[in-house]
């Protein structure tokens, strides 16, 4: 039944995602719109990877040059998206009724765009590879690891993570204009996208997965730092009740 | 306001899965963008901004993916089977690597094999030696597996006893380095007794081979053409391919244990149970789609007479001499195989014949009394396909054409017109001698006959010996038996053996060239080295049929004096020697390049024509054509005038043929001669009326496939706990983010310092 290995590894790699979606996004109209909006940027950059991708015809085979670029474009469509969001959050000031308003203030904004922006990430990541987990084969004919297809769903759900994180922390250095934050999200972008490359090999498979799960885990404190939390709030919501 | 949240939530969820969706639909086809059928809610009358946002959005999004999507569709690299994640599951054989069995129909049966419909799946296991294979047989006990089966254990009794043992879902054969060629038919024992002369009622009840136990005609064939197997069976024909599956499977299965390397063969077929079944199913099925399920095999007869046919004289009795021979030949697996070289001697040295009585003048033709038809026939292999509807057509008066009062027609054609039927059967192991064969049982007046006409052979065959078959035996699998049912008519079949098949290697792949005619060659042989090798069968060939030439001319009435030709009718032995070659080993030789149609675009290929009679299209096939325009260049008559070839004529009593000659001319040649094809399908398929004709006539269809229907592929095959392993991890991966996000989202205003979310 390799339809188990398919429906597992569904499950690693949107499980987090559709929790949060059924929990924080699902009941709020302006929050679903922005999602979208978040995903579509995320194409647009995706489209201009393609474009570039088809356009230097060399390099095809070079799956290093394309990843590259196709990290800069996301930046760089991140960059647009805050554009974008920055103009809207005055515009919807007026139109927006206090509900409306509050569903979206402050980090909101930029975790549920980011939200979207990962997910469509994370979407486009992982069908690919998990449409050849129907069987009746596993991953190894040519040496690479048997855990493949778990693998790439736990990275795949890692970067859904790691974008809303990011862009809850990369939204709030723009706004403050704070250069450090933002190199270092786009630094870190880099590297963990670029440790993926190692994938295919047979025994560095779980050298990406280790270094984006660490990555997510300080990239979380940080962005739960930034969005008005601390240890404090963190021990009192257990304690609390 | 709740309309419009109702609303969003509804296209959003529909967003997300339609992504999915046409994600998968551009895995499969672009051509989904050609009808603009995305459900896009377009009708759905939006008061508030929001959702005018919304749809701005969504629509752009939609159209984002399709660029996408097309773009890397267009790059046949995201999506496709070629991607590099399906690289590092599966490695493809390439489908000219492998030969393949397919499903053929008759009336009663079906033969051949087939896989499921997403193909059949089992862990490779390799035997090569019988000691391996019975351990397997005996405890083999995997759920599926695929046998790699070494070539010399590929015979019936092994393959049944594999079918018996219900686990095995597919056979590879291969061939090791060392490979001794055993000699092994895969065609039946007693061949062609089906619907043979001794068949019905208590008419030669004696010859009647399988039922008497008399001698066996081909003792070495085990019959595994005509088995039904429920799995595929491919031939690996590529070595690297064989040591592919070899090494994974040392690698992976020995000592047993996950993960196992397997293989997924594919080759489903649509036809089954029987042609009668087959038909009637594909016929209901036409009335509402071009859809069928199976295709009746057949081909096309080349006929030839040596006189000019004209209409104005109707034909006499005993009045033509048939001189005939098989063209095709069939065998297990037929994409790739040309077997049969041995039976191909037969129409070869029938060409040779052609070829030195048409030399004669355009008097000494019409001096004989008797006229002479070269006949080649189709679908012989088929239960006889070919003379079969020869009969059917002479009894109808459709032989040579189809009546027509319209036109012009040359006078209809029966059995009764014919006074002797020679047959050219296996003539490749002539060096020791030719056997000339006949129906024991016919009338004396007919045996008298025959024996003179063997006489008149014997006294011109210097060289080659010609012998009467011995006594006890009867006639040989032949066209002629087909014949002889409808009447009583004088004929020999000359062949190289006497009461059993010489040819050791009877329709296997190994009856080639290379392997019957004993040539040693490999591909570093010259084409200068190979007519060298060529040589002494082409004189033996072009000895007998000059004989044969000499005797047919002696027969048909030609003088006998000083100065008639009879002297100077010789077979030209290169003449022999390019026919050899051209059809048995590589066809694009200048021989067939001037016999083909003038301009014509098709390129000759350089691997000799596999002669599998396939499925019927009207027009004659490779093979055939070929030896149509050969035949009719032999024996037709050269014209200067060109602007008659190419007008079309309503005369059907002789046909125009411009050839490309030696391409010296640029008009080419012109032959005017009465060649005619006739079908080679079995009529009861044509007219619709199988039920009532099983019984009497073999009725052969093949089933169809589509072109994505053979696949081979080799992978890891992972054990099931370790499956499950994956979804119960998924499963609580689900479990604990649900579990955390909630509580997160309970205690997010303490966490967050915020009021409420």
């Given at each position: 039944m390799p339809l188990m290995v398919f429906f597992g590894c569904m499950f690693v790699a949107f499980g987090p995602s559709l929790a949060l979606f059924v929990f924080?996004?699902?009941?709020?109209p302006l929050r679903i719109i922005l999602l979208v909006v978040g995903a579509f940027f995320w194409l647009l950059s995706l489209l201009f990877s393609a474009l570039l991708w088809l356009a230097v015809v060399p390099l095809r085979e070079e799956l290093a040059f394309s990843l590259v670029f196709s990290v800069i474009f996301q930046e760089l469509m991140r960059f647009a998206l805050f554009k974008l969001m920055n103009k809207a959050e005055t515009g919807l000031e007026d139109a927006l009724s206090e509900e409306e308003r509050r569903s979206i203030a402050s980090h909101k904004l930029s975790y549920v765009s980011g939200f979207g922006f990962g997910l469509m990430s994370g979407l486009f990541s992982v069908i690919n590879v998990l449409?050849?987990?129907?069987?009746p084969g596993n991953v190894?004919?040519?040496?690479?690891?048997?855990n493949f297809f778990l693998v790439s769903s736990f990275l795949a759900s890692s970067f859904i993570l790691l974008n809303t994180f990011w862009n809850v922390i990369i939204f709030n250095a723009y706004k403050k204009r704070k250069l450090a934050p933002i190199a270092i999200v786009i630094l870190m972008h880099m590297l963990v996208s670029c440790l993926t490359?190692?994938?295919?090999?047979?025994?560095?498979?779980?050298v990406s997965l280790i270094v984006s799960y660490v990555s997510l885990i300080v990239v979380m404190g940080w962005a739960f730092k930034i969005a008005g939390g601390s240890l404090g709030n963190l021990k009192a919501s257990f304690v609390c009740k | 306001m709740t309309y419009c949240k109702l609303m969003l939530k509804h296209t959003c969820n529909w967003k997300v899965s339609e992504n999915v969706k046409l994600y998968r639909i551009v895995d499969y086809t672009?051509?989904?963008?050609?009808?603009?059928?995305?459900?896009?809610?377009?009708?759905?009358?939006?008061?508030n901004s929001c959702h005018r946002f919304m749809h701005i959005i969504m629509m752009s999004d939609l159209v984002l993916l399709m660029v996408i999507t097309y773009l890397t569709s267009l790059s046949g690299?995201?999506?496709?089977?070629?991607s590099k994640v399906y690289s590092l599951v599966y490695q493809d054989f390439a489908e000219d690597t492998y030969d393949k069995c397919v499903r053929l129909l008759n009336g009663t049966h079906e033969i051949g094999c087939q896989s499921s419909t997403e193909g059949n799946t089992g862990i490779l296991v390799h035997l090569n030696e019988t000691a391996v294979l019975n351990k397997f047989l005996e405890s083999?006990?995997?759920k599926h597996y695929v046998v790699l089966l070494e070539s010399s254990l590929f015979e019936r009794n092994i393959m049944l006893r594999l079918k018996a043992?219900?686990?095995?879902q597919g056979v590879i054969v291969y061939e090791a380095d060392n490979f001794y060629q055993r000699?092994?038919?895969?065609?039946?024992?007693?061949?062609?007794?089906?619907?043979?002369?001794?068949?019905?009622?208590?008419?030669g009840r004696e010859y009647q081979e399988c039922n008497n136990g008399?001698?066996?005609?081909?003792?070495?064939?085990?019959?595994?053409?005509e088995e039904s197997f429920p799995f595929p069976v491919f031939y690996m024909r590529s070595s690297s391919g064989r040591d592919r599956l070899i090494n994974c499977y040392k690698d992976y299965n020995?000592?047993?244990?996950?993960?196992l390397c397997s293989v997924q063969m594919k080759s489903h077929?649509?036809?089954?149970?029987?042609s009668v079944t087959c038909t009637r199913r594909s016929n209901l099925q036409n009335s509402f789609?071009?859809?069928?399920y199976c295709d009746p095999l057949g081909g096309m007869n080349v006929v030839t007479s040596l006189q000019k046919m004209t209409s104005d004289v109707s034909s006499k009795k005993d009045s033509i001499i048939l001189v005939s021979a098989a063209l095709d030949s069939r065998s297990f697996?037929?994409?790739?195989t040309a077997p049969g070289a041995d039976m191909a001697t037969g129409f070869i040295t029938l060409l040779g014949v052609a070829n030195a009585l048409g030399q004669l003048t355009k008097t000494q033709k019409l001096e004989l009394s008797k006229n002479i038809m070269f006949i080649l026939f189709d679908?012989?292999?088929?239960?006889h396909m070919g003379s079969t509807r020869m009969m059917y057509d002479m009894k109808n008066g459709d032989f040579p054409v189809n009546r027509d009062s319209e036109k012009t027609q040359p006078p209809p054609v029966n059995l009764?017109?014919?006074?002797h039927i020679f047959e050219l059967g296996?003539?490749?192991?002539?060096r020791d001698g030719v056997w000339a064969h006949y129906?024991?049982?016919?009338?004396k007046a007919v045996l008298n006959s025959v024996y003179d006409a063997i006489n008149v052979l014997q006294n011109l065959s210097a060289s080659v010996p010609v012998q009467n078959q011995s006594t006890g035996i009867g006639l040989v699998p032949s066209s002629l038996q087909t014949i002889l049912q409808h009447r009583d008519v004088p004929g020999v079949v000359l062949t190289?053996?006497?009461?059993?098949?010489?040819?050791?290697?009877?329709?296997?792949?190994?009856?080639t060239l290379k392997n019957i005619l004993s040539l040693r060659y490999n591909q570093n042989t010259t084409d200068e080295q190979i007519m060298d090798l060529l040589q002494p069968i082409a004189q033996n060939l072009s000895n007998i049929a000059t004989a044969i030439a000499k005797m047919l001319y002696l027969i048909a009435g030609g003088s006998h004096t000083s100065t008639s030709p009879l002297d100077n009718i010789t077979v030209d032995q290169n003449m022999m020697n390019d026919l050899l070659y051209c059809f048995l080993?590589?066809?694009?030789c200048d021989l067939f390049n001037e016999h083909?149609?003038?301009?014509?675009k098709a390129n000759l290929s350089?691997?000799?024509?596999?002669r599998y009679t396939s499925v019927y299209t009207g027009e004659v096939s490779d093979y055939a054509g070929i030896s149509m325009n050969i035949l009719a260049s032999f024996t037709g008559e050269k014209l200067q005038n060109f602007t008659e070839c190419l007008s079309k004529s309503d005369d059907q009593t002789v046909r125009y043929f411009n050839m490309n000659g030696n391409?010296?001319?640029?008009e080419g040649v012109c032959i005017l001669s009465s060649t005619f094809a006739t079908k080679a399908l079995a009529f009861p398929l044509e007219t619709k009326k199988l039920q009532e004709n099983i019984a009497m006539y073999g009725v052969w269809t093949e089933s169809r496939w589509t072109k994505t229907t053979f696949r081979l592929r080799l992978f890891l095959l992972q054990d099931e706990l370790s499956q499950g392993m994956v979804l119960l991890a998924g499963l609580l991966v689900m479990l604990t983010s649900f579990a955390t996000v909630y509580v997160l989202n309970e205690k997010a205003a303490i966490l967050f310092n915020t009021g409420i979310v």
């Open positions: 924080t996004v699902m009941k709020f449409s050849n987990s129907i069987g190894g004919i040519t040496g690479a690891s048997p490359l190692l994938n295919t090999l047979p025994h560095s498979i779980y | 672009i051509d989904y963008y050609g009808y603009g059928a995305l459900p896009l809610p377009f009708e759905i009358n939006c008061l690299k995201c999506f496709s089977q070629s083999g006990t995997r043992k219900e686990n095995v000699a092994w038919s895969p065609d039946l024992s007693c061949t062609s007794d089906r619907f043979g002369l001794y068949s019905n009622g208590s008419y008399a001698k066996l005609w081909n003792p070495l064939g085990d019959g595994i053409t020995v000592p047993e244990a996950y993960p077929m649509f036809g089954a149970v029987d789609t071009s859809v069928g697996m037929s994409s790739f679908g012989e292999a088929f239960d009764t017109h014919v006074s296996q003539l490749g192991y002539i129906n024991p049982i016919s009338s190289d053996y006497d009461d059993q098949f010489t040819n050791r290697q009877y329709f296997s792949r190994f009856d080993y590589n066809p694009n083909l149609p003038l301009n014509s350089s691997i000799s024509y596999r391409r010296s001319v640029a």
